[in-house]
């Protein structure tokens, strides 16, 4: 019997949001959260560099998905995300650092995987 859809979505999206945060690191970003969570929802990822702290939402999609992953970040799902960066941050006093808002978009195919990270996205 094969796992549900909703266990192998979750699975990849796991998947991707380790791929990410690997992927930040090698470009010279420090994880300062994986998967934050709060009564407001969850942030992905929050990475930094020197001049930023960056709220990362992570899409990924496997095989040849119709649309690109990027586009399922909605007009609603950037205003979620850039209350719960504002959450962040005043949960976090001393990161003065100034906040972005990207979105790292992943296409999985066949053990081969694509990721675009898309700085300032919203």
């Given at each position: 019997?094969?796992?549900p859809?909703?266990?192998?979505?979750?699975?990849?999206?796991?998947?991707?949001?380790?791929?990410?945060a690997?992927?930040?690191?090698?470009?010279?970003?420090?994880?300062?959260?994986?998967?934050?969570?709060c009564?407001l929802?969850?942030?992905?990822?929050?990475?930094?560099?020197?001049?930023?702290?960056?709220?990362?939402?992570?899409?990924?999609?496997?095989?040849?998905?119709?649309l690109?992953?990027?586009?399922?970040?909605?007009?609603?799902?950037?205003?979620?995300?850039?209350q719960?960066g504002?959450?962040?941050?005043?949960?976090h006093?001393?990161?003065?650092?100034?906040p972005?808002?990207?979105?790292v978009?992943?296409?999985?195919?066949?053990?081969?995987?694509?990721?675009?990270?898309l700085?300032?996205?919203?």
């Amino acid at each position: 019997m094969s796992e549900p859809r909703s266990t192998r979505q979750r699975a990849l999206g796991v998947r991707g949001e380790a791929l990410a945060a690997t992927y930040l690191e090698q470009q010279g970003y420090r994880v300062l959260e994986r998967n934050y969570r709060c009564a407001l929802g969850e942030l992905d990822l929050v990475v930094a560099d020197a001049a930023y702290v960056v709220f990362v939402e992570v899409k990924t999609r496997q095989g040849q998905a119709a649309l690109h992953p990027s586009l399922s970040v909605t007009r609603r799902k950037q205003a979620k995300v850039r209350q719960l960066g504002e959450h962040y941050l005043t949960q976090h006093p001393a990161l003065t650092l100034q906040p972005r808002f990207d979105v790292v978009a992943i296409t999985a195919d066949g053990g081969t995987e694509k990721i675009e990270h898309l700085p300032n996205a919203f």
